[in-house]
């Protein structure tokens, strides 16, 4: 039995790398794979890249600048995480998703979601490198 997983791709996104260390492979042309059906009842780890491009504001000024800069570059992210996800349901259907927190860093914070309900069903937070 299996279930499926959405990943949500936006911005913040998140995308599949590797499931239990395995690769995945090259997909045919004018392929694209999502959702993905993982195994049921079972709690397994899945590489997934985590993504955010925090906008830059423009400020003409020179200290407006430098901040809007730093601000931009403390909440950008673009890494690989370690997702521990709890066993699914076989036959249900869920969406990972990657939150951005509010605040000048904000947390980094994937979350798996039951898709029928909404109801979350398992966070990780993490930090971004």
Not at 12 to 32: A, H, R
Not at 58 to 68: A, D, Q
Not at 78 to 100: E, H, I, M, S
């Amino acid at each position: 039995d299996s279930a499926s997983v959405l990943f949500y791709q936006g911005n913040p996104g998140v995308s599949l790398v590797y499931f239990e260390d395995d690769m995945l492979p090259n997909p045919e042309e004018k392929t694209y794979w999502n959702p993905i059906a993982f195994p049921a009842d079972t709690a397994f780890t899945m590489m997934v890249h985590a993504y955010y491009a925090q906008s830059n504001n423009y400020n003409p000024s020179l200290i407006g600048s430098l901040v809007t800069t730093t601000i931009t570059a403390s909440r950008s992210v673009d890494t690989d995480v370690l997702f521990n996800c709890p066993p699914l349901g076989a036959g249900k259907n869920y969406k990972l998703v990657f939150r951005k927190g509010s605040g000048v860093s904000g947390k980094n914070i994937l979350v798996l979601i039951d898709s029928e309900t909404n109801k979350i069903v398992y966070r990780q937070e993490f930090s971004a490198k």
